[in-house]
């Protein structure tokens, strides 16, 4: 006979139970501490604090231990705890000239102030599985310099003295904040990078991937990657002056775009800009193109209709917790409206046979 | 930065520690105020800023954060997903509210002061005492019509709902029906066209004239919108094809009921199947006061 579906509870607890046993794996296996996460898979950690809207690495690490390395649940993990945070304040904007940078490239000029420094970078390892790290990790010292004490100009700059690239209108406004306030669309550049920041690596990578491809090319140099640790400044008004509060380490990218120029304005470069937190290199380029694609009504471009080019698109669907809830939401049941369907087409089906014998036999 | 020490003793939190029913004051307060715009323009979504819950989207985050700004310790709480407090996310909802909130829970219809639900209404009528909170997915009736928001902003600023009704006429031109079978639109006081959520279209009369409270949370897609009791709900159709609430052509196999939504359940590899009702406190209190379908008739006699 048939018994109503009920112990929705138990199976829950047991489910969270063997999810516990599944996570912590082979016990004959040492258990992994969140600082070797933090400190080992480090560029785990960054996407996960970028993404996730909260500079912290050791909550990070712990989130990627929780979640078994599956960064979107990390991120996700994050993300919920962030939103149950007090806010204290505003920081005053970081100031990426004074950076201490640790990697520093530009793609424009062969030198400039400050010089390219390549920093701890892949780039130009060769992808060949170092069988020596499955057994032993140890590495020596590498070789150290003394670090450069002057601040490290930015190259925009350079072109900005010479009118060549579009100057940015500077603006004291308060950017608004996409998780304490409905996103409202039309948005303003500063939403849209906040966006962007948060938006998935891989979508946002995929959308500056098809802009190169022709999706709305703007052919875009990376005028400026950089990388380091900033100070933050925190206004304290019963100081009555701004104060170090810690510092963070951030990737900036700047790339110097293509534009045609106008009846009313001579040829000049034009901007795009990224930001995010640690080295995470990738998701700084790939926000500057998809920031720069975006601007093309502010830059007098046409509209060609490419994906990169719509706001709405772009906005409503970088972000990958939005995006995996309701996407895996369709595992819950929905069988009452499954039945609903089932009815109708049923019906359907009656009325379209009916009719077809209707025509077959005509009385 | 460098640490080597475990670094967050003090950072962990259990979820009792937080505020009654999880979301800060400052967070309900503008959902309330969301809320209460909400009941005051019928039907009309109003944006509010979501926060980021425990659980995922599209499990329920508009419904919960609705429902935990509505919430007071006094109340008595119920959760339904497809018509039942059992299935594993009703379970999960009602669990986090228990914890969170303390407030008493129940599976009785009747005594719930607030319900929150997923793709049903009760069967059992709702009171003026009863605040029936729907878990909302896509708010927008018109989106599939119109992806862009922005567009279909301001189709309902012009009340301009040609497009929904050509997409009617369409359904019946192609299939001699309207071919839709949940989340029918619906158009509140002769206004808003407004997604009734995926409700199975059986259950769109009951939203209007209802003596209850309905709220509506879209957490994702951040909009809130409600109908005050006793508004006016009216299922889009045609004069020469008239809305038609439908069920499976069937009675209940355990309670015998035949007006209820019933749920069908496949029996065995033969094409066996029987019918159940979907609201199963409905059906249990059917049971109870001495109610039986065919099931038990067959096994009683054997």
Redesign the interface.
């Known amino acids: 006979m048939y018994v109503a579906v009920k112990g929705g509870e138990r199976a829950i607890d047991n489910a969270h139970a063997w999810l516990a046993e599944e996570r912590r794996g082979d016990t004959a296996v040492p258990e992994m501490s969140v600082a070797q996460i933090r400190e080992q898979l480090k560029l785990a950690v960054n996407r996960v604090m970028t993404e996730g809207s909260l500079y912290d690495p050791d909550l990070a690490a712990l989130a990627i231990k929780q979640a078994r390395g599956d960064l979107i649940e990390a991120i996700f993990l994050i993300r919920a705890y962030r939103t149950t945070l007090p806010r204290f304040g505003g920081t005053r904007p970081i100031k990426t000239a004074e950076m201490a940078c640790i990697r520093r490239i530009s793609a424009t000029f062969k030198d400039a102030p400050g010089g390219q420094v390549l920093g701890p970078t892949f780039d130009y390892t060769h992808r060949l599985l170092d069988f020596k790290l499955a057994a032993d990790g140890e590495v020596p010292p590498a070789p150290t310099t003394v670090p450069r004490q002057e601040p490290t100009p930015h190259i925009t700059g350079f072109l900005n003295r010479e009118g060549l690239i579009q100057q940015e209108p500077p603006s004291d406004e308060t950017p608004p904040d996409l998780t304490r306030a409905p996103m409202e669309l039309p948005g303003s550049r500063a939403l849209r990078l906040q966006a962007l920041a948060r938006g998935d690596e891989g979508f946002v990578l995929g959308m500056a991937y098809s802009t190169q491809r022709g999706y709305a090319r703007n052919h875009a140099f990376v005028g400026e990657l950089r990388i380091g640790t900033v100070a933050v400044e925190m206004d304290i008004p019963e100081l009555g002056f701004a104060i170090d509060i810690g510092e963070i380490e951030v990737t900036e990218c700047e790339t110097v775009n293509q534009f045609a120029g106008s009846k009313t304005e001579p040829p000049q470069f034009t901007r795009g800009y990224g930001l995010v937190f640690g080295q995470t290199e990738r998701k700084a380029i790939s926000m500057a193109l998809v920031d720069r694609t975006l601007r093309w009504r502010e830059l007098g471009e046409g509209n060609v209709g490419a994906p990169a080019q719509d706001e709405e698109f772009v906005l409503y669907h970088s972000d990958n917790i939005q995006a995996t809830g309701f996407l895996e939401h369709i595992k819950l049941p929905h069988y009452v409206d499954f039945q609903s369907e089932l009815e109708l087409v049923r019906k359907l089906r009656r009325d379209a046979s009916g009719a077809q014998e209707a025509a077959e036999c005509p009385l | ?1 460098k ?6 003793p003090e ?1 962990g ?1 259990d979820l009792n520690d ?1 505020n009654f029913a999880y979301l ?1 004051e400052q967070t309900k307060r503008m959902i309330r105020r969301a809320i209460l715009k909400g009941l005051a323009i019928p039907g009309y979504q109003v ?8 659980m ?4 329920g ?1 508009g419904g919960v954060q609705v429902s935990a700004a509505t919430l007071t310790p006094e109340d008595t709480f119920k959760v339904i ?4 407090d ?7 909802i009602r ?1 986090f509210f228990e914890r969170t909130a303390g407030v008493a829970t129940t599976e009785e219809t009747a005594r719930a002061s607030v319900i929150q639900t ?3 209404i009760p069967e059992q009528p709702l009171t003026e005492d009863q605040i029936l909170v729907y878990q909302v ?1 896509i708010p927008e009736p018109l989106r599939f019509l119109e992806p ?3 567009e279909t902003r301001k189709m309902h600023a012009l009340e301009e709902y040609g497009l929904m009704h050509v997409k009617l006429y369409e359904d019946i031109a192609r ?3 309207i ?1 839709t ?3 029918y639109p619906v158009k509140v006081e002769g206004r808003y066209v407004m997604d009734p959520s ?5 259950d769109n009369p009951k939203m209007s004239g209802n003596a209850a409270i309905q709220l509506f949370g879209a957490g ?1 897609e ?1 909009r809130i919108y409600a109908l005050p009791p006793y508004t006016q709900v009216v299922s889009l159709d045609f004069q020469d094809y008239p809305f038609e609430a ?3 052509d069937a009675s209940c ?2 309670c015998g009921a035949d007006s209820s ?5 496949i ?1 065995d590899d033969a094409g066996g199947r ?1 019918f ?1 009702c ?1 609201d ?1 406190d409905y ?1 249990r209190a059917r049971r109870d006061a001495g109610q039986s379908g065919s ?1 038990a008739t067959r ?1 009683n006699g054997s």
């Open positions: 930065m640490q080597t020490a475990d670094p967050m950072k939190r937080y800060d944006p509010f800023a979501s926060r980021e819950m425990p995922p989207y599209g499990w985050t997903d497809q018509g039942a059992d299935t594993t996310n009703a379970v999960s669990k997923r793709h049903r997915p862009s928001e922005i299939h001699g029906q071919a079978a949940y989340a995926p409700i199975p279209k059986f994702r951040q439908s069920k499976a196999d355990l939504y019933l749920d069908e359940v029996m029987m159940v979907s199963t059906c099931t096994e």
